[in-house]
């Protein structure tokens, strides 16, 4: 099934499966953590560096709509990760992208507010439809 499909049907769980990569239940590729946060490999990558930030308790943030603004210092934390973690990447001298799905027509598979930064390779825009 590919992600868009795959979107379609995925709804809010419990325990979702960045939980387990966060409870080390499941492998992933971790390329950085701290207290609040990590970033692992996307196992399903778009370009030639894909990684995910997420805030390792989700604290109602299934999605970006769900935001209020006691999850402002969190948003901000994921996002000097994902330029921090860029860089050690080496994605900073070319550029690279940074994108939050939401719900289903923004194709969201993963009910566990992420992050993906896409880069290491030129890049095609615009994304859509
Ligand atoms: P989204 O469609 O924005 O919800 O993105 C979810 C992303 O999670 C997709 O790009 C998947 O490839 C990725 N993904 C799903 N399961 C795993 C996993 N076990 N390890 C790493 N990435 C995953």
Known sequence: MDEQAKAQTAQAEEVTIFDKIVAKEIPATIIFEDDSCMA???????????????PKDRKGL?????????HEAMLGHLMVVAAKVAKQEGLDETGYR????DGKDGCQSVYHLHIHVIGGQLLSWPPGV
């Open 40 to 54: 692992f490999r996307d196992v399903n990558p778009v370009a030639k560096v894909h990684f995910l930030v997420i």
């Open 62 to 70: 299934t999605q970006l709509c769900k935001a209020d603004e006691t």
């Open 98 to 101: 940074v994108v939050i799905n």
